[in-house]
């Protein structure tokens, strides 16, 4: 009995668990948190204040690439212009299709003035592939012929031709003969345009007879939501040039139209410069009738009346006014028919007197130039064709003889032009 009693006393001594034996050198320190944090190697410190230096002097370089605040996609584009943004990069005045749409219109077609106008767009452009040039011509899409010698020259380039028919007779159904003939088509058609063709609502109008230097989509990130039309201002044409400021505030006395103005007109205001124009067509209602109103108020029809010509005989003391005085369809000079066009330029004031306070006024490096002043070219964007060009007339077309032909035009001349537009 005791002796099972001593044998279960020393098996349960046996199966009592030891104490552990400390083992620190093997083990690690139980609360490492209190360690010394590690310092750091001197180069260290030395590479990260480099890092932050040049990242510093980075900020100073210009910049390689841009997003357009109009892009949805938001997409970087490379300032370069060689290479053409990416069509989702909406710089145009249109915001439907991203592109710069640049209309102009020309009564009789002169393929090499629309050459040079296209070229020294493009060629002055950041984003030629953006532009789209829209020309409406007398005969427009059905002149096969022309369009693809433009093409020929403008492989690449976004160019239509079209007809002016819409245009004509919205004028004429708003007017009488009379009316319709003494309007110069050229300044009032950009103003109908966005009527005849509704794809066209914003645009810049460019005349014909221009080469611009300037790069034109500079012009579309301005805001026109409050304004009819964007013009620079022409200094060297003033309102009380044409008209008297009494004729002006007897009207503003007696009639009462939303076209007149509610201030009093100044009497040396300059007038809009109708050759370059940013065009809004949803600020444009009762444009049409605001002009022709104007017209008859000021009896501006009966005062020029724009007669057809030809080259032919003309004695040098016969004055330029009696074109627009005679009725009769006067024989003149070639000599006569430089300086008609050269010098002369009497605009009618209703449209400036119907764009009064409603159009946004442009920088003056916008204002066309004369090619003649080299210094000032070099400063300005816009000058006027001094080439030669083809004068319309009901006898057919002439051509300007060479003593108003300048060279500047030939600069923008494109390539192989003689042979495919013929000399």
């Known amino acids: 009995m005791s002796s099972s009693y001593m044998s ?15 083992t620190s050198k093997n083990r690690g320190t139980i609360y490492p948190d209190l360690n010394q944090d590690p310092t750091p190697k001197p180069v260290i410190h030395f590479l990260a204040f480099a890092l932050i230096i040049f990242l510093g002097l ?31 990069v909406k710089l145009a005045v249109d915001e439907d299709d991203g592109l ?11 393929l090499k003035v629309l050459a040079v106008l296209a070229n020294s767009t493009l060629s002055s452009s950041r984003y030629p592939d953006l532009l789209h040039f829209h020309f409406f011509t007398p005969q427009g899409d059905k002149d096969k012929v022309s369009f693809y010698k433009l093409k020929v020259l403008f492989p690449h380039s976004n160019l239509e031709l079209h007809g002016q028919e819409k245009v004509k007779e919205i004028i004429k159904r708003a007017s009488s003969e009379a009316e319709y003939d003494s309007l110069n088509l050229e300044e ?6 966005p009527s005849a063709h509704q794809s066209l609502a914003k645009f810049i109008y460019v005349s ?13 990130g301005i805001d026109l939501s409050a304004y009819a039309a964007a013009a620079a201002e022409d200094c060297s044409n003033r309102l009380n040039s044409y ?9 503003q006395r007696s009639a009462s139209k939303p076209w007149i103005s509610v201030t009093p007109y100044v009497k040396d205001a300059c007038m809009p410069d109708l050759s370059l124009l940013l065009i809004n067509g949803k600020k444009l209602e009762e444009f049409l009738e605001a002009v022709l109103w104007w017209s008859k108020v000021l009896n501006w029809s009966d005062r020029f009346l724009f007669l057809p010509f030809r080259r032919n005989t003309l004695h040098k003391d016969d004055n330029i006014t009696s074109l627009y005085s005679s009725h009769n369809q006067r024989m003149i000079t070639s000599t006569f028919v430089c300086m008609y066009i050269c010098r002369s330029d009497k605009r009618n004031p209703a449209i400036g007197l119907a764009l009064y306070n409603r159009y946004l006024k442009l920088s003056n490096s916008w ?12 400063k300005s964007m816009i000058t006027h064709y001094d080439g030669p060009k083809i004068v319309c007339s009901e006898f057919g077309n002439d051509t300007i003889p060479g003593s108003c032909h300048g060279n500047l035009w030939i600069k923008y001349l494109p390539s192989m032009s003689n042979q495919i537009l013929g000399s």
């Open 8 to 22: 279960w006393r020393s098996s349960a001594t046996n199966r009592r668990p030891t104490q552990p034996t400390n």
């Open 58 to 88: 980075l900020q100073f370089l210009p910049a390689s690439h841009f997003r357009h605040p109009s892009d949805p996609h938001r997409n970087w584009v490379p300032f370069n212009s060689h290479s053409s943004p990416s069509p989702t």
């Open 100 to 110: 710069i749409h640049i209309v102009s219109w020309m009564q009789c077609l002169d």
């Open 188 to 193: 009032i058609a950009p103003f109908i345009i």
């Open 208 to 220: 014909p007879n221009l080469i611009l230097m300037g790069r034109i989509e500079e012009l579309t």
């Open 243 to 251: 008209v008297s400021l009494d004729v002006l505030d007897a009207i």
């Open 367 to 378: 204002l066309v130039k004369e090619p003649a002043l080299v210094d000032t070219i070099e």
